[in-house]
């Protein structure tokens, strides 16, 4: 369709999200003002009565989803907005714990594309779009997953009652920096004077504690105001306040879920500990770490069999040395693990395959067809540039690489595929096919 050529309220949710694509000069197009404006004009800046935000270069998903599970299992309506999709774009929005149809998101769009006074970037019309939905539905609390950064991220625009950092490490950083303090700076910039905020890395970088002090938030740091531990396969936490000890082992990372405990502490009401029990129990997420079933598999017949298949969306070093310990843990003696992987052109290749050298044996290198996607041959020559002595192929398609991989595994071997949310989701779809 002509680039210019403005949908309708009719139009498909396909059409939509076509055009967003297309609507502004910059795919990210890093500032507050223009989405603040258009925000402001659709009176969009306060989308429910209590708001959390969540930043962090990995573990924001996994935060937010436990998050969710326990409020709306303490009978809170709850919204969250979360990115990127894995395959479908209704995933970005859940409203008590359900995706919408596309006719609602495509009703928002119209109404916002309508009243808008600034050309926005997909993100930003994404982001209008889920607090145009949240505010439809009339919610208690919702929870906002940062985009990319923090400061100016257009989830920014909202002040949030609770803030979260989950995590820092070194990611793109064309646009946050290239160490941690400028990172932490940018993710810091979700604070609010005098609301609470929670801290999940370990390791945090002065530049947050810095802005914290200054805006007197009331800071809650991991190991010193609170912690946790595994033992006897039960998950422990505590702080000076309250404990919870022998919970079950969480469904997502460890840290996430010690964060996410911390946040709950933070709020203006009690939820009770069974509940909390329950949601540790329940919580879990697409796409990390996530092992598939046989019933995934149903529909493809040439799969032979092979002993584990996991799907991972980590796409950056922190992630990959988590994917690395994991499988560590997993992988016996006599097992082989064969990767299918990808990543986008701008992320640090060296770095997410270098936890992983003396743990996968064969690697199936495939293209992306997507904004900032690199082809397979590309994926393949920066791998054996790394890695020298690894056993590597290239594909044009997530695809071709994973018939050829799992015609050639056997019974006893892994099957990991991982390395973007684009790789996932596209062996996600060619299942579906």
Not at 36 to 43: C, G, R
Request: with cysteine.
């Amino acid at each position: 369709m002509n680039r210019l050529m403005t949908p309708k309220a009719t139009d498909s949710l396909e059409t939509w999200l076509s055009y967003l694509e297309q609507a502004h000069t910059k795919a990210i197009d890093m500032g507050l003002e223009r989405i603040t404006t258009v925000a402001k004009e659709l009176d969009l800046l306060n989308p429910a009565p209590y708001v959390i935000t969540v930043a962090g270069t990995n573990g924001k998903g996994s935060t937010c989803r436990l998050l969710e599970v326990t409020l709306l299992k303490a009978g809170f309506r709850v919204g969250v907005y979360s990115s990127p999709h894995l395959i479908h774009y209704n995933e970005r929005v859940r409203i008590n714990g359900e995706v919408l149809v596309d006719d609602d998101h495509v009703r928002a769009f119209a109404k916002i594309n309508e009243k808008k006074t600034a050309s926005l970037t997909y993100f930003e019309f994404s982001t209008l779009s889920a607090f145009e939905l949240f505010k439809q539905h009339k919610l208690d609390i919702v929870i906002l997953e940062v985009g990319l950064g923090g400061r100016l991220d257009a989830t920014n625009i909202v002040d949030p009652n609770l803030a979260i950092i989950t995590s820092i490490d070194i990611d793109h950083v064309t646009f946050l920096g290239d160490n941690r303090e400028d990172i932490g700076r940018e993710k810091a910039g979700i604070f609010r004077e005098n609301i609470p905020v929670i801290i999940g890395e370990p390791d945090c970088p002065n530049s947050i504690k810095e802005i914290a002090k200054s805006l007197s938030c009331h800071a809650f740091y991991r190991d010193k105001d609170w912690q946790f531990d595994i033992k006897n396969n039960l998950f422990h936490w505590t702080s000076k306040e309250k404990s919870f000890k022998d919970l079950p082992l969480p469904l997502i990372p460890i840290p996430n879920a010690g964060t996410a405990l911390a946040a709950l502490m933070q709020l203006p009401f009690e939820i009770d500990e069974q509940i909390i029990r329950e949601a540790v129990l329940e919580a879990q997420m697409t796409g990390r770490f996530q092992m598939l079933t046989d019933k995934d598999f149903e529909k493809f017949s040439g799969r032979k069999p092979v002993a584990k298949v996991i799907i991972d969306v980590g796409h950056n070093p922190h992630a990959a040395r988590y994917l690395a310990d994991k499988l560590a843990e997993l992988k016996q003696a006599n097992q082989k693990i064969h990767a299918v992987f990808s990543a986008l052109e701008d992320k640090d290749l060296s770095g997410i395959v270098e936890p992983l050298e003396h743990l996968i044996d064969e690697w199936y290198c495939a293209s992306l067809d997507c904004w900032r996607g690199q082809s397979g041959e590309a994926v393949l020559s920066k791998l054996v540039n790394v890695l020298p002595n690894s056993i590597a192929f290239s594909y044009e398609t997530v695809g071709q690489a994973s018939l050829a991989l799992f015609k050639k595994a056997t019974a006893q071997d892994i099957v990991l595929v991982f390395g973007s949310f684009h790789t996932v989701a596209d062996f996600m779809l060619w299942l579906e096919k």
